[in-house]
Structures are given as C-alpha cells and as structure tokens.
C-alpha cells in the first residue's frame, strides 16, 4: 500500500505541473496567433491518460482501506477526469483557435483541481 500511496501522490505533483505547463503553452500559442493542433491535443490527451491513472491508484486505495481526509478530494478527481471529454463534446464543430483557448483554459482549471485535490487528500 505504501509503494501506491506514494505513487499517487508523486502522480499528483506531475499531473499538476503537466497541466499548468500545458495550460501557459497553450495560451501562448493562441496569443501567437495559433490554433488547437497535434502538439497541444496530444499533450492533452496524455495529460488525460495520466488524470485516469491517478484516479486508478486513488480508487486502489479506496479498496485498501486508505480514505481521504476530507471527501471533496473525490469530487476533484471526478470532475478532472470527467471534464475532458464532456470539453470534447462541446468544441469538436468548433474554430480550432477558439478550441485552443478554451482547452488551454481548462487545463488552468485542471492544474487547480490538482492543487485542491492535494490540499484534501491528506489520509484520516
């Protein structure tokens, strides 16, 4: 249970770093001029391979007996997984410049939930 206790919250600190630089790189490229493209969506779409991987090990320690201290740990996890694809939904018919702003703007929100969801994660 240590080994992912530990792996979860190190994935914690990446998931968070990786969507705040993913966040500032897209927002720059849209000042820039740019539009959603492979680059960006790709580091979104492995950013959210490791949203999902982290709420795996989330749910391992749930079935180890290791809870949260607070319970809206789990609301954050849910909405960072849930958020990407629903975000698909609504920008798929959508300009890619404007598609680039918008998921550059979540994945801001995301790098917040990251940090929420550490600051609630403490084990009771």
């Not at 180890?64 to 975000?87: E, R």
């Not at 920008?91 to 890619?96: F, H, I, V």
């Not at 994945?107 to 939930?113: C, K, S, T, V, W």
Request: aromatic share 12%.
């Amino acid at each position: 249970m240590d080994v992912i206790e530990l792996l979860h919250n190190r994935l914690a600190t990446t998931v968070m770093l990786f969507f705040l630089f993913v966040g500032l790189w897209g927002l720059f490229e849209y000042a820039r001029g740019g539009a959603l493209g492979g680059n960006v969506a790709g580091a979104l779409i492995i950013g959210q391979v490791l949203v999902v991987i982290q709420v795996g090990f989330g749910v391992v320690l749930l079935a180890l007996g290791t809870a949260p201290a607070d319970s809206t740990h789990y609301l954050y996890g849910l909405t960072a997984v849930a958020i990407m694809p629903f975000l698909w939904t609504y920008t798929r018919d959508r300009a890619p410049r404007q598609g680039l702003l918008i998921y550059s703007l979540v994945a801001l929100f995301i790098f917040g939930l990251a940090i929420r969801g550490m600051t609630t994660g403490g084990v009771s």
